[in-house]
């Protein structure tokens, strides 16, 4: 299977390029956005060696479907989905934070509680709490938005010290954090699963506030089973979950959390492919859809042509 790791087309009135993560981002004209989600795959804020086919496609087919059913909530940034790795939308000028919201005590949460820290963000937990536990609210933990290296936890209170966001503009980022939660939540359980935490990044064109990047993927957010929550919890059992922890529990116990010093572990074929395989089963899950392979025969040929396609018909 041919896996996408980078691109380097070169667009008519192509203005810029940027490389994130995961994520290679075209600016056309100075107005359009040409996002390729290619099959890089990145953990504790590092990029790791081997792409992971499929996986590009399935974040962002989830995301496009996320997007359409949240549109009424708040306005986001697509445009045209032109194929099955490639989003085009407006240019907005990113906040310099991300919305992180919690509903359940697990992943970086639960690992800051389980060192003896109460307060997180700026948010106070009760003790006494279990991991992967409900809590009695959700809650927002935001962080930065590093251009490189890693995010860092940031405090509401900070946030607007430090002027980072407006009072105003973080009134209503929160408001659509919670807004987007619940619908989350509640397309989720239509499929059986719980939305334990996600997060969602916003930008501004002019004074309007916008939804931008991916939304509910597995690389954004954690989802819980349904059935046997309340069992597991109960017997002290690991959640069955669908997310990326799974790749992050893999690194962990091969001595991998991203700190100074560390080299990432050897990720052989048979490792890929069951992380393939398992990207292709969350989308079947959270979506409800039978997933689709695309032909990986000459897929940047393909990207490349129907970007120009989708940025063509914009222009015209």
């Known amino acids: 299977m041919t896996a996408i790791k980078e691109t380097r087309f070169n667009f008519p009135k192509q203005s810029s390029f940027y490389k994130g993560k995961v994520r290679d981002v075209y600016t056309i004209n100075d107005q359009y956005m040409a996002m390729v989600v290619t099959d890089r795959i990145s953990a504790f804020d590092v990029v790791l060696p081997e792409p992971i086919p499929f996986k590009g496609q399935v974040l962002n087919q989830i995301a496009a479907?996320?997007?359409a059913a949240t549109k009424d909530i708040v306005p986001n940034w697509v445009l045209d989905v032109p194929d099955e790795m490639v989003t085009i939308g407006r240019i907005c000028e990113p906040f310099k934070v991300e919305m992180v919201i919690r509903g359940y005590l697990a992943g970086h949460a639960w690992r800051e509680y389980?060192?003896?820290k109460r307060t997180i963000c700026g948010v106070e937990l009760p003790d006494g709490l279990k991991e992967n536990d409900k809590l009695p609210a959700a809650i927002i933990t935001p962080t930065t938005k590093a251009s490189v290296g890693h995010d860092e936890d940031i405090s509401k209170e900070d946030i607007l010290a430090k002027g980072i966001v407006s009072i105003y503009d973080y009134t209503h980022l929160e408001n659509y954090t919670q807004a987007l939660y619940k619908r989350g939540t509640e397309m989720a359980a239509e499929r059986g699963l719980i939305l334990v935490d996600t997060k969602y990044e916003f930008g501004k064109v002019g004074d309007e506030i916008y939804l931008i990047d991916e939304i509910h993927t597995p690389d954004s957010s954690r989802y819980f089973?349904?059935?046997g929550y309340e069992d597991r919890q109960a017997s002290n059992e690991p959640q069955?979950?669908?997310?990326?922890e799974f790749?992050?529990?893999?690194?962990?116990?091969?001595?991998?959390?991203?700190?100074d010093g560390q080299s990432v572990p050897t990720m052989n074929e048979e490792l890929v492919n069951s992380i393939s395989e398992r990207y292709i089963e969350l989308y079947e899950q959270i979506t409800g859809d039978k997933f689709v392979k695309n032909e990986r025969i000459d897929v940047l040929e393909r990207i490349e042509k129907n970007i120009n396609t989708g940025i063509n018909s914009l222009l015209s």
């Open 247 to 259: 790749v992050r529990k893999w690194l962990i116990e091969n001595g991998f959390q991203g700190k």
């Open 65 to 67: 479907k996320f997007l």
């Open 225 to 227: 089973y349904t059935d």
């Open 114 to 116: 389980s060192a003896g």
């Open 240 to 244: 069955k979950q669908l997310s990326k």
